[in-house]
């Protein structure tokens, strides 16, 4: 993608002394739901009041929203409240209809992204608007993705313009409801420093009590602000229940964590360290989920030998694997002594297990 997208800093025209906080329900229920959540955040940190009004459900028959209805709720959130006003548009017909009823930011949702004629029809609804337009990750891990839904908006001169990370999905169970995969946040954030990010800690966890962590993570990764879904009755939301938490949690939450404030030189130093070595506890983390992976299939390996009466060590099999590791690793700058240290490692408690395997 081209470098030169120009942003309006929409976000430091807030002139915020702490990062954005969007928060709100996963879902318009009803006026009464909608306005309680709201005169609940009024005195908070919280910049934008969030609602969902068309719902998109992975599976038919569960609550689809309210429609166009709740948007005249939202209206009375920023009459009563002051509070602005958020929501997600799928299509030209949402867009147009949240125009109309003045909502002041939009976004598109992971399961819109995916999609380049959505996002080019929901672009071209929204041309030249200024309006504060974020695009959430595809549910696919696919940064051009991500990266195409950005382009045909900033093509639509919208400038005012973000992204939200909301995790992804994967096959596999993960501890998330969307597994992070930080590092494609990490690359977008490279790639476009001026880019607000914001961290959407409830769809990546999918359980309220793991969505403080992540939100220091995120925090921590330097994000510009968090959306959070949240609501007076959680437990009772009809839709996305587990994992929205009460007003008072969020307010509670927003004074806990560890905002880094960019103050002074020193200041720079110690917030540029912080964001690598989260980085670096980032990857930490999944070469962990990597090599316990690596040792499961060990162990299936060693039930096969065991089966068949096969001896564990495979030397043959074992140097090709060597050879092949150096190559890879001269690739990336890895040093030959290093690559063998690690492997003999992994190696032997590959051993180890199967060792255990065959002899329990
Ligand atoms: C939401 O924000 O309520 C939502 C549906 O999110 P996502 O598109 O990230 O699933
Ligand atoms: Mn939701």
Known sequence: MKNTIELKTWLDDLNLNHPLVVAGPCSAETEDQVLKIAHELKDSDVNYFRAGIWKPRTRPGNFEGVGALGLKWL?????????????????????????????????????????????????????G????????????????????????????????????????????????????EWQIAIELQNRFPDLPLICDPSHIT???DMIF???????????????????????????????????????????????RKETDTEADYRNALNTLRTQI????????????????????????????????????????ILGKMILEGEQNKLSEEFILRVFKAIHQESINHQEKIMNG
């Open 281 to 320: 506890d980032v990857i930490d983390h999944q070469l962990i989920d990597i090599l316990g992976k690596r040792m499961k299939i060990a162990d299936a390996i060693g039930e096969l030998k065991k089966d068949k009466n096969v001896a564990v060590l495979q030397s043959k099999r074992w140097n090709e």
């Open 213 to 259: 962590e992540v939100s220091q993570t995120a925090l921590d990764l330097n994000f510009n602000g968090l959306m959070i879904e949240t609501h007076t009755d959680p437990d009772n939301a009809w839709s996305d229940a587990a994992q929205q938490v009460t007003p008072e949690t969020l307010i509670q939450m927003m004074e806990d964590l560890k905002i």
């Open 75 to 127: 209206q009375k959130v920023k009459a009563e409240t002051g509070m602005k006003t958020a929501t997600e548009v799928a299509n030209a017909a949402h867009v147009k209809l949240a125009l109309e009823h003045d909502i002041d930011l939009l976004w598109i949702g992971a399961r819109s992204t995916v999609s380049p004629f959505i996002v080019q029809e929901i672009a071209e609804a929204l041309e």
């Open 129 to 180: 608007t200024d309006k504060i337009v974020l695009v959430k990750n595809p549910v696919n891990p696919d940064l051009a993705l991500w990266l195409g839904g950005i382009e045909r908006l900033y093509s639509a001169d919208i400038k005012n313009l973000g992204v939200i990370h909301r995790g992804f999905s994967t096959y596999e169970k993960t501890r998330y409801r969307n597994n992070p």
């Open 206 to 208: 999918g359980k309220r």
